[in-house]
């Protein structure tokens, strides 16, 4: 695919191919299309390289309460002492 700015715009708003492809994965990582691993590949960056990004911008982790349950009983199967 490609996309095209006009030189003009792409100066104004200080546009290079860098930010915008790391603007594309984040967009998708919002919409949890896919994994914040997935999305830091796009950008040649690790999991924890976007996620340090995905911070500075303020943008939350997609980890809801199906996650949490999930990590929960993980945690529970790795330490069935303590339950």
């Known amino acids: 695919m490609t996309v095209t700015f006009p030189d003009s715009i792409a100066e104004e708003i200080h546009l290079t191919p ?8 984040i967009g998708i990582y919002k919409r949890e299309q896919w994994s914040m691993g997935r999305c830091g590949r ?8 976007f996620q340090e990004e995905l911070g500075k911008r303020e943008i939350p982790i997609n980890y809801g309460a199906t996650d949490f349950d999930q990590d929960i009983t993980t945690m529970e199967s790795l330490f069935t002492d303590l339950t």
């Not at 860098?18 to 994965?25: I, Y």
């Open 42 to 49: 796009i950008v040649g960056m690790t999991r924890a390289q």
């Open 18 to 25: 860098e930010t915008v492809l790391l603007d594309v994965a």
